[in-house]
């Protein structure tokens, strides 16, 4: 196989996951969101920000966690917050993996990335929301800790969670290296 023809199978097989982690962040989010002030927290984001962080990339799990934002908020299962609060997550989990813990562990230890999405969803994606997007929908959150709060909640369970199933993966022989075809 030339090596055209295997980047094009292992951007298939991209497109695939992403596909299918936005289907199941969508399909889960009416099960697991709740209240935080004016926004509503999902685990199943940070879970799939998690996921897609190390599987896919930073790139992919902004793109990813747009789509599952976008169809939350249509939904009625996420509100403007899912933007600001979902995107940053992913990227970082994506950031600290690859050019960091990968390099440093050189086997599945690396997954303890996944334990970075609460930077990215907590201390910025919290303080984005607090400072740019509730004064633009005119809510008044004059408490930066609730959000910090709340949303630490939120993304610690679903780093939790997205880190045994990709701890299962990589020990059942489905790491990244394996279903991509590259490091």
Known sequence: MSDENIQRKSRSIEVTLAAILIALGVALSPFTWFQVGPSKANPTQHMINTIAGIMLGPIWSIIIAFFIGIIRIGLGTGTIFAIPGGLPGGFIVGLFYHYLFKKIFKNQNGLIAAFTEPIG???????????????????????????????????????????????????????????????
């Open 121 to 183: 969803t907590v201390l910025i994606g919290a303080t984005l929301s607090i400072y740019m997007v509730a004064p633009l929908i005119g809510s008044k959150i004059s408490n930066l800790i609730i959000f910090y709060i709340g949303w630490l909640a939120s993304s610690l369970t679903g780093c939790i969670i997205g880190f045994i199933i990709l701890l299962i993966l990589y020990k059942t022989g489905y790491s990244r290296e394996n279903i991509l075809g590259k490091p």
